[in-house]
């Protein structure tokens, strides 16, 4: 695949970014894939490019707290938008139980798609901290892992959400 490369144009307006609660302006055309803008330009590499269409889930990230792929988003449409990667994920409560729970449960293999299961759990938990199995399914859907995790992955979810569902109470 080839990557839209920076803006070469003088006078061409900086994009800012909102990044993992920092603005970050960038020099480079509405059009390229927030994935690259993320990773090669403002230089944060935990968001990982599998497929390049939208459709394996390693460069699932957070846009307003919805996840989203962003080898298919321009960063032109996220402009004024809160963009979270796994980079930053520690900061987050939520993010911060479910990589516990993913380290509880070893969940990962080769480990190459899970920034991006980890961003779709994240979310899920986020609205509805105590899901069906029908509800883990549905948002975990596209998430592919070569590895063949997806019982771990489930039982991850599972934990994070009871360790969750402890601390209300």
Known sequence: MTRPHHSENAGVPMITLKL???????????????????????????TKFGCGMGLCGACTIHIDGDPARSCITPIGSVQGKNVSTIDNLHTDPVGQVVQQAWLDTAVAQCGYCQGGQIMSATALLKVHPNPSD??????????????????????????????LQEAKA
């Open 134 to 163: 029908e509800q883990i399914e549905e948002a975990m859907l596209g998430n592919i892992c070569r590895c063949g995790t997806y019982n771990r992955i489930k039982t991850a979810i599972r934990q994070a959400s009871s360790h």
């Open 20 to 46: 993992n609660g920092q603005d970050h302006q960038l020099d480079v055309t509405e059009d390229m894939p927030l994935l690259w803008a993320i990773r090669d330009v403002a230089g944060y590499n935990g």
